[in-house]
């Protein structure tokens, strides 16, 4: 099976799954899995166990699915606490549904992911630890928020536990399914994790930098709610842009173009930059092959992307 037909199979592995006898269950979740998205946790995932020799698709595509699942649920919610109308270039599920749905529709997926688990027996330790951390890392962003403290090293925290514990977990899951080493599953540990930690400082650029129709999804919002890498650097190190320059006018609009006066944008791509040359660096443990070189591409891509 090449990577692409084990892609499909988690898609229809995810549409099968969603298939509830509850009209608007049914119909929210396809609406937001049919809208596609970049996959690009499973297909780590998928690809990380290609290259460790693993070839029995039917076995790893679920846990591919339940690992998607956990992210897709994840922006449903999202789109409930931060007012999103867009996502994945379609109407969000709250704007079509409302709250109360998005809510449900959310729980729905993270509840299926059990589903999908079930026959894994530990490799749901890892999975949940990675679900845990995604929810504190969410809480500790939304306090930060509320208590004006969105500094550096408060961010790096936050996106550490939302973002790259999903990372980090899908690569290790794709090592342990294909019966790969500690030394290995660490290793690959380190890949996700850091390929994790880039991709949300370049998602949270693109929200400052591109529009809704680039992005498929509402953009500015973290700007807006005082949050992501631009509110964490583009007050010098400083929590509370959004507060410090706020006035006449349009605040958003001077944040805007304080920021982008600044060394924030650049500052940002370097890092994601290194913590791409990080995540490439800890494949050294993996023997060449095609998936190696397209793990290679996956960080590459993530760092280059314009959406």
Same mark, same amino acid.
């Given at each position: 099976?090449?990577?692409?037909?084990?892609?499909?199979?988690?898609? /229809?592995?995810?549409?099968?799954?969603?298939?509830?006898?509850?009209?608007?269950?049914?119909?929210?979740?396809?609406?937001?899995?049919?809208?596609?998205?970049?996959?690009?946790?499973?297909?780590?995932?998928? =690809?990380?166990?290609?290259?460790?020799?693993? =070839?029995?698709?039917?076995?790893?595509?679920?846990?591919?699915?339940?690992?998607?699942?956990?992210?897709?649920?994840?922006?449903?919610?999202?789109?409930?606490?931060?007012?999103?109308?867009?996502?994945?270039?379609?109407?969000?599920?709250?704007?079509?549904?409302?709250?109360?749905?998005?809510?449900?529709?959310?729980?729905?997926?993270?509840?299926?992911?059990?589903?999908?688990?079930?026959?894994?027996?530990?490799? /749901?330790?890892?999975?949940?630890?990675?679900?845990?951390?995604?929810?504190?890392?969410?809480?500790?962003?939304?306090?930060?928020?509320?208590?004006?403290?969105?500094?550096?090293?408060?961010?790096?925290?936050?996106?550490?536990?939302?973002?790259?514990?999903?990372?980090?977990?899908?690569?290790?899951?794709?090592?342990?399914?294909?019966?790969?080493?500690?030394?290995?599953?660490?290793?690959?540990?380190?890949?996700?994790?850091?390929?994790?930690?880039?991709?949300?400082?370049?998602?949270?650029?693109?929200?400052?930098?591109?529009?809704?129709?680039?992005?498929?999804?509402?953009?500015?919002?973290?700007?807006?709610?005082?949050?992501?890498?631009?509110?964490?650097?583009?007050?010098?190190?400083?929590?509370?842009?959004?507060?410090?320059?706020?006035?006449?006018?349009?605040?958003?609009?001077?944040?805007?173009?304080?920021?982008?006066?600044?060394?924030?944008?650049?500052?940002?791509?370097?890092?994601?930059?290194?913590?791409?040359?990080?995540?490439?660096?800890?494949?050294?443990?993996?023997?060449?092959?095609?998936?190696?070189?397209?793990?290679?591409?996956?960080?590459?891509?993530?760092?280059?992307?314009?959406?």
């Amino acid at each position: 099976m090449t990577n692409s037909e084990a892609m499909q199979a988690v898609d /229809n592995i995810m549409l099968s799954v969603v298939n509830s006898d509850v009209k608007t269950l049914r119909d929210a979740s396809k609406h937001i899995l049919d809208a596609g998205g970049k996959r690009i946790r499973p297909r780590l995932l998928v =690809t990380v166990y290609q290259a460790l020799g693993g =070839t029995d698709y039917e076995y790893a595509a679920p846990v591919a699915a339940a690992v998607e699942l956990v992210h897709t649920a994840s922006v449903v919610h999202d789109d409930i606490n931060d007012h999103g109308v867009v996502r994945r270039g379609r109407p969000s599920v709250n704007a079509i549904w409302g709250r109360t749905f998005a809510l449900l529709t959310g729980d729905f997926l993270f509840t299926k992911v059990y589903e999908l688990m079930a026959p894994y027996q530990d490799l /749901n330790i890892d999975l949940a630890a990675a679900t845990v951390a995604l929810v504190e890392g969410e809480t500790m962003q939304a306090a930060a928020v509320k208590e004006n403290n969105f500094t550096r090293e408060v961010y790096t925290e936050i996106i550490a536990r939302k973002t790259a514990a999903l990372f980090r977990s899908a690569a290790t899951l794709g090592a342990k399914l294909a019966g790969a080493s500690n030394e290995v599953i660490d290793a690959v540990g380190v890949y996700g994790f850091n390929v994790g930690l880039a991709f949300q400082i370049i998602d949270d650029i693109l929200d400052l930098t591109a529009d809704s129709e680039q992005l498929g999804k509402t953009s500015g919002i973290d700007l807006s709610q005082g949050r992501g890498y631009a509110a964490a650097y583009g007050g010098n190190g400083q929590a509370g842009v959004a507060v410090a320059v706020a006035g006449d006018g349009d605040p958003m609009k001077k944040i805007k173009e304080r920021i982008l006066r600044g060394d924030a944008i650049n500052e940002a791509y370097e890092q994601a930059r290194n913590l791409r040359d990080m995540a490439v660096g800890a494949l050294v443990v993996l023997p060449d092959s095609a998936a190696k070189r397209e793990l290679i591409e996956i960080a590459r891509v993530v760092v280059d992307r314009d959406r």
